[in-house]
């Protein structure tokens, strides 16, 4: 099942994910304008489509995540395509 198929309240309904604190994580943050290049990286996404969760993530979240980090100089690390694997035995 793809990961767009998921809600948060599918997961509670379906798995009896249980959710603490408060559901808006962001309630304080105030909402910032995109920038002109990210509107049109994003329009331009649009136009083209998306055929998988691949096409998404290229189109659709490679672009606000590159705007994020350029907006907070580029004070977080952007991974793509690497397996980060968590050591189990500790």
């Known amino acids: 099942m793809a990961y767009s198929d998921f809600t948060l309240e599918r997961l ?3 798995f ?11 309630t304080d943050v105030a909402p910032i304008e995109p920038s002109p290049w990210l509107l049109e990286s994003l329009a331009r996404a649009n136009n083209i489509g998306f055929g998988s969760e691949k096409s998404r993530s290229e189109r659709l979240v490679s672009p606000v995540l590159m705007e994020l980090s350029n907006l907070n100089h580029d ?7 690497a397996n980060l694997d968590v050591d189990t035995s500790g």
């Open 12 to 14: 509670i309904r379906e």
């Open 16 to 26: 009896g994910v249980k959710v603490r604190g408060e559901r808006s994580l962001f």
């Open 75 to 81: 004070n977080f690390a952007i991974i793509s395509g």
